[in-house]
């Protein structure tokens, strides 16, 4: 079955240090992958996506994403961390016509 | 920048009683879904709606739900009879296509079933 999961439930970081966030997942076929953020209080944003092709993306806000297939791995990366970042992450999967959702990540920067 | 619009924002109502929350998707999108994210737990896929036609359900979406595009812009999630587990944030979706195609997502409606 489809599964997405994120092994970091919280997180929590001094400002301008970095960041990664663990995404693996499980499906056969081709899949899609994203980061969601929901800022609190806030609806979900789309950080960033994967279709195809290079597999390093880059996000809204200085994030970035590397697809590693051997891995089943999505990991979400920002070198420095703002305060502004506290929020909930979510990485998202889909093969056909929904999205698999992971648990989610609270970071929360300390200024 | 066109977005997904909900409302109520904030629903409360008594156990079984009828709940229609109604969402607004994107104009130039095609494919719509609603979501559920209870409390302190993950976001969880509910339904999908293409063509006037669910295209799959969860085993969340059991008799009690249904979803429904009445118009050429609205499109809403009804709950026949609440009950207290269904308290939860509700989102609603949309996208131009499937496969490649972002979801974007609406601020949500707190149901709170008492």
């Known amino acids: 079955a489809q599964s997405v999961s994120q092994h970091n439930h919280h997180v929590i970081l001094s400002e301008a240090a970095s960041l990664e966030l663990g995404c693996n997942y499980s499906y056969g076929g081709t899949v899609n992958l994203f980061w969601y953020v929901q800022y609190p209080g806030q609806h979900l944003q789309l950080l960033l996506k994967?279709?195809?092709?290079?597999?390093l993306v880059k996000g809204i806000k200085g994030f970035e994403a590397e697809f590693i297939k051997s891995k089943f791995s999505f990991n979400l990366r920002k070198p420095s961390v703002q305060w502004s970042d506290t929020a909930e992450y979510f990485c998202a999967a889909t093969g056909a016509n929904n999205l698999f959702f992971g648990t989610g990540t609270r970071l929360t920067v300390i200024p | 920048e066109p977005e997904v619009t909900q409302t109520p924002s904030h629903q409360v109502t008594q156990m079984g009683q009828e709940v229609i929350l109604r969402c607004v998707p994107i104009s130039n999108h095609l494919y719509f879904y609603w979501y559920r994210q209870i409390l302190g737990q993950k976001v969880e896929f509910l339904v999908s709606?293409?063509?006037?036609?669910?295209?799959?359900k969860s085993e969340i979406f059991d008799d009690q739900f249904s979803v429904e595009r009445p118009d050429g812009s609205n499109f809403t999630l009804k709950i026949r009879s609440t009950k207290l587990e269904d308290s939860a944030m509700y989102f609603c979706a949309s996208s131009v296509a499937v496969t490649r195609g972002t979801q974007y997502f609406g601020p949500g409606t707190r149901l709170t079933v008492l």
């Open positions: 994967y279709f195809s092709g290079d597999p």
């Open positions: 709606f293409y063509n006037n036609e669910i295209s799959e």
